[in-house]
């Protein structure tokens, strides 16, 4: 699934919100400052970049090569960053690491056997973090009329065998149920408040309108889509409050 993302990777590395300073804090405390880290999924160095100044070394994975060509450039003069494309299907082929960093990757999964790999690959005392949403359904202000034109546009979603889209179990659930099934959940919150043109540049970040799936309809999509949001909203600006749950999984 290297399509997914097609001409995303400079809006998702503008638009997406990071994790924040303090999840990458603990993040860093829990893998410790000589480890190797897998960044499963790492799209353009969201995690592996801030991470890299904390740990001894970043294995940043990723199917899409522009989502890595975006993390390389980003991460200009870091050394020890490790660039690789490949997919949760070829862990085996994989360089050796000691912890795994998934951030919002892990619901395109197939996700047991995702978890029964890494039973094998981990050492002893080996973490399986998860970063993401909670539980919670996200509250966009924006979302009613954004999906509104995605509807328009016969955006619809995209899903993967195992993953949460399919089968409906959380992450914590699926955890529950594997070798890693000691879960630590902690949460942190943030607000950030979004204009016009990040709103529509996140739009252009996710799988389901990604530039390559919109192909020669993307001006019009980007125009429709700011056209609506103005209608519902003519001050341009909006208020997103973040919730960013990092699950820390360990074998018992």
């Known amino acids: ?91 085996r082929d994989l360089p050796v690491f000691d912890h795994v960093v998934m951030g919002r990757s892990f619901h395109w999964m197939d996700r047991e056997a995702v978890l029964a790999d890494l039973d094998d690959l981990l050492p002893p005392g080996g973490v399986v973090a998860l970063v993401g949403p909670t539980r919670d359904k996200e509250n966009l202000a924006w979302e009613a009329v954004a999906a509104r034109v995605r509807r328009e546009f016969g955006m619809g979603g995209l899903s993967a065998p195992g993953s949460f889209q399919v089968s409906g179990r959380h992450h914590d659930d699926v955890l529950a149920d594997s070798p890693f099934r000691v879960v630590e959940p902690v949460l942190f919150t943030a607000r950030l408040e979004r204009d016009l043109d990040d709103v529509v ?14 192909g020669d309809r993307r001006e019009a999509y980007v125009r429709a889509m700011r056209e609506a949001l103005l209608a519902a909203n003519p001050s341009g600006r909006w208020v997103e409050d973040i919730k960013t749950q990092v699950l820390l999984a360990r074998r018992p």
């Open 1 to 91: 699934m290297d399509d997914l993302f097609g001409g995303a990777a400079p809006y998702y590395a503008k638009h997406r919100a990071d994790h924040g300073a303090a999840a990458i804090d603990l993040l860093a405390s829990v893998f410790g400052a000589e480890a190797t880290v897998l960044d499963l999924g790492c799209g353009p160095g969201t995690l592996a970049i801030p991470l890299s100044a904390r740990v001894k070394r970043v294995l940043a994975v990723d199917p899409a090569p522009d989502m890595l060509a975006e993390g390389e450039r980003l991460a200009a003069g870091r050394t020890n960053i490790q660039w690789l494309r490949g997919d949760s299907g070829h862990l």
């Open 201 to 214: 540049g996140l739009q252009l970040s996710y799988s389901y309108s990604a530039p390559a799936r919109l």
